[in-house]
């Protein structure tokens, strides 16, 4: 079973020895293939939002079935939906949802109907306080290799917006952490939590243009959901924003509350909203892609 939904070390993958930090937002079937699970390997549409909205869901009744998470789902591709229940199971990557199978089953069908999930303390915790949508997780899930994103060299953006977003900066990096020099080890870090503010303020707002798709294409489901969780922040249209606001005050904390630096970011952020079309283009190929 870990073989088929770890997101660490993807089987069969030419990095499949380079760690991965579990993210929330990736949805990748394409990264299991091999010959023994084909079945968790099917292609799929890029899928940010799926385990968010399941952990979500599971949060809220606290104790559901698989089946009705694939009934609840049948707008996305039933092997993403398993997939994704798969990967939030796992003990020791996701560890946000907790399965309870019964005993003396005799199908399939029966294993879904009678199989209950429930989620985590750390699972609760993600989703209740949008932790994963915080400056500590967005910034490791920017770095993730396997997140599908737009690559900031191959836009039509100013020289400030690919410096910072360049992907694989060596000048940006954590070995600061390990510098016995204490300016310089100032330094660098003030220059990290800049940037990757930057990263995570860009991040959200490529997962706003996501929600907008996933919401267009897998309608029935997010209808389905929005009458569920009605009035919940998740649905509400300044939810990106409070994200943002957040984003940048836990920046602005962390530097020590420097005005100059909260100005820049701020700054940096109203900019970026002038550059949102980019997320456009990047979700009209997705579904010149996907059709």
């Not at 949008?130 to 900031?152: H, S």
């Not at 400030?160 to 300016?183: C, H, P, R, T, W």
């Not at 569920?228 to 990106?240: C, I, K, L, M, V």
Request: hydrophobic share 35%; with cysteine.
């Amino acid at each position: 079973m870990r073989k088929v939904y770890s997101q660490i070390r993807p089987y069969g993958c030419d990095l499949k020895h380079v760690s991965h930090f579990p993210n929330m937002f990736l949805v990748r079937c394409d990264n299991y293939f091999n010959d023994n699970y084909k079945e968790a390997c099917k292609p799929h549409g890029v899928i940010y939002w799926l385990k968010f909205l399941i952990l979500m869901v599971c949060n809220e009744r606290k104790k559901i079935s698989i089946s009705e998470i694939l009934k609840l789902f049948s707008s996305y591709e039933e092997h993403t939906v398993r997939l994704c229940i798969g990967s939030l199971s796992t003990v020791n990557e996701y560890n946000c949802l907790n399965l309870k199978f019964s005993e003396n089953v005799s199908s399939l069908e029966q294993l879904e109907r009678s199989t209950f999930i429930a989620p985590t303390k750390r699972g609760r915790y993600l989703v209740d306080n949008f932790y994963c949508l915080g400056l500590d997780c967005l910034q490791v899930y920017f770095d993730d290799w396997l997140f599908p994103r737009p690559k900031m060299d191959r836009m039509t953006l100013p020289v400030q917006f690919k410096q910072i977003f360049k992907d694989n900066n060596e000048a940006y990096n954590y070995s600061y952490l390990l510098n016995g020099d204490e300016v310089r080890y100032q330094r660098t870090r003030k220059s990290l939590v800049k940037r990757k503010t930057k990263q995570c303020l860009l991040l959200i707002s490529l997962l706003k243009h996501a929600r907008e798709y996933e919401m267009t294409k897998y309608s029935d489901t997010w209808n389905s959901l929005k009458e569920s969780f009605n009035g919940h922040d998740f649905f509400t249209e300044d939810f990106f924003e409070n994200m943002k606001d957040r984003i940048i005050n836990d920046a602005y904390q962390s530097m020590g509350k420097n005005e100059s630096f909260k100005s820049e970011i701020e700054n940096f952020n109203e900019n970026l909203n002038e550059y949102c079309a980019m997320f456009d283009d990047f979700f009209d190929k997705v579904k010149g892609i996907t059709k």
